[in-house]
Structure formats: C-alpha cells, structure tokens
DNA sequence: TGAATTTTGGTACTAAAGTATGAGGGTAAC
DNA sequence: GTTACCCTCATACTTTAGTACCAAAATTCA
C-alpha cells in the first residue's frame, strides 16, 4: 500500500506520457501545413514539459520537505516523594521500639497516647524515651521532632 | 540582497534558455538530413525541458523548510525555597508575640529558653504558650510543632 | 548453652510543661 | 472615655516529661 502511494506520481506521470504520444503526433500532423510551424511546437514541448517536470518534481519533493525541529523546554517541577535517610537512620543505632516510638512522639502524642497505641505502660515508653533522646543526643521531646526532621529519619 | 539570491534561480533559467536556442538551432540543422530525425529531436527536447523543469523545482522547493517545534518536557529538582501560608496563619489569628514564641518553641527551645531569649519572665511565655495552643487547638508543644508544621505557618 | 541485646516494667524523684486566674500598663479604635 | 486587645508578670496548682537505677522476661547470636 505503501509503495502504491510512494509511486503514484510515477504512474501518473507515465500515464500523461503516454497520452502525450496521441497528442504530440495530432500536432505534428495539423503543423505540417503551417510555415515554421516547427518552431512553435518545439517551444509548446519545451513549455509543457518544463511544466510538467515542475508539477512532477514538487509533488516529489513535498514528501522531502526538510524539518526543522526545535527543542521547547518545559519545567516540570518534580515533587521529591520524600525518602528516609537511612544512613543518618542506621547511625542512630535505634532499635525498632525506639524508631517506632519517635515516630508517634513526632506525631504530637503524649506518653501516655504511645503506651496506650503500642499496648504498653507508661513506664516502658518512658524508657524508650529516654534511650531514644540519649542516642539522638537531645534533651526533649521537641528537640527529638525537630532534629529527626531535619535529619530526614521520619516524615 | 535578498531578491537577488532568491530570483538567482530564474536569472540562471533565463540563460539557460537563451543558449537553448542556439543549441537547438544547431540541432535542427543536424538532424534535418535524417529520416525520423524530428521525433527523436523532440523526444530530447521534451526529456531535457523536463529534467530542467524537475532541477528548477527542486531548487525552489528546497527553500521551503518547515519548523516543528517539539515542545521537550525537562524535569527540573525544583528546590521549592518554602512559602508560609499565609492564609492558614492569618486564620489563627496570632499576635506578633504568640507567633514569635511558636517559631522558638518549634526550634525545640523550652520555656526558660525562650524566656531568655526574649528577655521576658517563664511566666509570661507560658501564657502565651497557653494562649497559642488555645488558638492553633493543640494540647501540647508537640502537637503545636506538629500542627504548625502541617499548615505550613513556619519552617 | 551462655552471653549479649532487646523489650518490658517498676519505683522514686526532679524538672518542665501546662492550666487557671488575676492584674497592671500600653495602645488603638469607636 | 470606654472598650478591646496586646503584652507583661505573678501565684498556685496539676499534669506530663524526663532521669536514674533496677530488674525480669524474651530474643538473638555465637
């Protein structure tokens, strides 16, 4: 199908050719009587085919029209997903009821909400706490939020 | 300058044709002792004008470049350098103090830090305290920090 | 199995945070 | 001038947080 189209120009142009034949011959027949005559149609062959090689030549060269691309830069901003730092994470050394406490302590709870949500006494988490502020080297549960925050260990 | 590069194609046409003339002349002359001679003459005739008429084309199409322009998305690590919400901190309606405390208390600071800082007595930055978490309807600094975090009214 | 670590929990205490209430001085609008 | 905030500070109290020290299960690892 392809080739059909690629040809077509070809085909038709044979065609004309072909038709041309009939005509060009009627002409020399009817300018036979005609003085100079010879010259006129010489210069109707050369005009018509000079034509016909324009008409041939752009409908085979539109398919070869040179494109020019242009690179338009669009900014798409990228929204980070947010990644845990796990290194400053494993630097830490927590272990995982203390990581999962600093979660919920981040979070706004109290003591008391933790034990509850992690089914545990108070005491425990106050255990926790303690080691977890140790490691993290701070004195408060505020200081714990904002320094985990800063060091991408939570979200 | 312009015109002369782009009619430089019909001006090379032109003289082309004007030497054809003595060609064919000469041409004519030639084959006028050969039987035939005249279908063969106008067969060149023809299959030249038309390579001409194909030649000129092709230089004249050629200056027919199109542009496409390809819009490229290109993602950027758009640092977004953080905005206050504005909107969200004029809801809380904080005066200038109780704000200024909530950006020291969110820094981790205690309540004697911030007293110092200020220059003001533990008293008075536990009522403003009080009075912030009344207004942002938080029940502990945490929360506050938490809160405040959320709604994008500080860093 | 034994040692180390984790997880759990307790008591006792101190420090800090948070609440409630009052009060005095300042400023700005009505 | 009175009303309404804003800012300051105090006292008294309750609650929560945080420290220190101890100890018993449970788990992991060599």
Redesign the interface.
């Given at each position: 199908m392809r080739y059909l189209k690629e040809f077509r120009h070809i085909i038709l142009y044979g065609l004309i050719l072909a038709m041309l034949v009939f005509a060009?011959k009627w002409l020399?027949w009817k300018f036979v009587l005609v003085d100079n005559a010879?010259d006129i149609?010489?210069g109707l062959?050369?005009?018509?085919?000079?034509?016909?090689?324009?008409?041939?030549?752009?409908h085979i060269?539109?398919s070869r029209?040179?494109?020019?691309?242009?690179?338009?830069?669009?900014?798409?901003?990228?929204s980070?997903p947010f990644a845990i730092n796990t290194a400053e994470l494993q630097k830490l050394n927590l272990n995982s009821r203390e990581y999962e406490v600093l979660q919920l302590?981040?979070?706004?709870?109290?003591n008391a909400d933790i034990a509850a949500s992690l089914f545990l006494s108070i005491s425990t988490i106050k255990t926790h706490v303690s080691n977890l502020y140790f490691k993290m080297d701070?004195k408060?549960?505020?200081?714990?939020?904002?320094?985990a925050?800063q060091l991408k260990i939570i979200e």
């Amino acid at each position: 199908m392809r080739y059909l189209k690629e040809f077509r120009h070809i085909i038709l142009y044979g065609l004309i050719l072909a038709m041309l034949v009939f005509a060009l011959k009627w002409l020399q027949w009817k300018f036979v009587l005609v003085d100079n005559a010879i010259d006129i149609y010489i210069g109707l062959v050369a005009l018509f085919f000079t034509i016909l090689g324009i008409w041939v030549a752009s409908h085979i060269m539109r398919s070869r029209v040179e494109t020019l691309i242009v690179e338009k830069e669009i900014i798409v901003p990228q929204s980070e997903p947010f990644a845990i730092n796990t290194a400053e994470l494993q630097k830490l050394n927590l272990n995982s009821r203390e990581y999962e406490v600093l979660q919920l302590l981040a979070q706004g709870h109290s003591n008391a909400d933790i034990a509850a949500s992690l089914f545990l006494s108070i005491s425990t988490i106050k255990t926790h706490v303690s080691n977890l502020y140790f490691k993290m080297d701070v004195k408060s549960r505020t200081q714990a939020i904002t320094k985990a925050k800063q060091l991408k260990i939570i979200e």
